[in-house]
């Protein structure tokens, strides 16, 4: 069945709004993205990339698989609320570890109300979660690095410019604008945030108070709801910009670094527009390994590159701080 849920808002709800970025909300969607078999139109290149290190570390088979089915309900304790703007992963992964052992068994028995079971795995989770979580998270870890954290700064730039937009859009038009620009599903109307096609219905009594609303790169063109109280209720909806979030960017100007960081390390901040080793970045440059690993090790240090562990290897990826740089070269 199918209703229309009606958030009702006081002033004090309206006091309590906020928005905030979560890696956790990009994690679930993501990895139920990399197991599907269906070829997404955005995404595909990222998927290309991703999906051979995740089935190569065995990811494919792990806890992820078990808790993030390809459809349907993923336990709300896997999306704790975030407790600032911009929550570091390592400090949802800690939120996640102290979940209530009632709070985890509660939603693993809503997982297999939807399921008709719960995998082996999720049956020693259920028995014994304080145990059992710190498994949970170390694999979200893994993944994380292997997935996500390589891409991160590009993925962040355009959750942080959703964010800026819709800020403009509170303080030029009000809050009310600003829901009824949220998404097609969602209006604002007499005190109250609506949202149509909703398998269940959203009342204050179930939902804490205020609103907290979290721009996602994968969730899709639908919205995501978690309501668990105390917390206040998240609203999690396909962020601006994604369609352009993996289209490659032309790079000009980057000659005029070359005074500044050389020939060689200009010329590997602009082979990095996509993660890569060691040995693919000296297999496209022409560059010596021993040299590539010099100039990132510089790169890297001076807060240009970041490093990933993915299995054997290490990929290196571009900062924000880089992109800001090749941009401004760019415009000189």
């Keep these: 069945m199918v209703v229309l849920a009606q958030l009702a808002f006081s002033a004090h709800d309206l006091a309590q709004v906020r928005f905030a970025v979560s890696p956790m909300w990009e994690v679930a969607p993501s990895f139920r993205l990399l197991t599907s078999s269906t070829a997404h139109p955005v995404h595909r290149s ?7 290190r995740v089935v190569a570390a065995g990811l494919d088979r792990g806890w992820l698989s078990e808790l993030i089915p390809l459809t349907g309900y993923v336990p709300d304790f896997l999306n704790p609320a975030p407790d600032g703007p911009a929550p570091a992963p390592a400090a949802e992964w800690d939120a996640i570890r102290a979940s209530p052992a009632d709070r985890v068994r509660q939603d693993l028995d809503h997982l297999a109300r939807h399921q008709g079971n719960l995998g082996p795995r999720l049956r020693t989770l259920h028995a014994d979660p304080q145990t059992r979580l710190t498994k949970v998270t170390e694999e979200i870890e893994t993944y994380w690095e292997l997935a996500l954290a390589p891409y991160w ?6 959750l942080d410019a959703d964010i800026f937009y819709r800020a403009r859009v509170v303080a030029e038009h009000g809050a009310g604008h600003l829901f009824n620009d949220l998404h097609t599903s969602v209006s604002w109307d007499d005190n109250a945030l609506r949202m149509a096609r909703r398998k269940q219905p959203l009342t204050r009594k179930t939902a804490g108070t205020g609103l907290l609303l979290i721009p ?3 969730t899709g063109p639908g919205l995501r709801t978690r309501v668990t109280l105390p917390d206040p209720p998240q609203l999690v ?8 979030l993996w289209k490659a960017r032309t790079i ?9 960081l050389g020939r060689s390390r200009t010329l590997l901040l602009t082979e990095l527009e996509t993660p890569a080793s060691t040995t693919q970045l000296a297999r496209r440059t022409g560059l010596s390994a021993a040299g590539v690993s010099q100039y990132l090790t510089a790169l890297r240090n001076a807060g240009l590159v970041s490093a990933h562990r993915a299995g054997r290897s290490v990929l290196y990826a571009r900062t924000a701080a880089a992109d800001t740089l090749l941009k401004a070269a760019a415009s000189t």
């Excluded at 700064?153 to 355009?158: E, L, N, P, T």
């Design 46 to 52: 990222w998927v290309e990339q991703v999906r051979p």
């Design 252 to 260: 000009t100007g980057a000659e005029t670094l070359t005074a500044v």
């Design 216 to 218: 996602s790169a994968f």
């Design 237 to 244: 909806y396909p962020a601006r910009g994604v369609g352009s």
């Design 153 to 158: 700064a590009r993925i962040r730039a355009v």
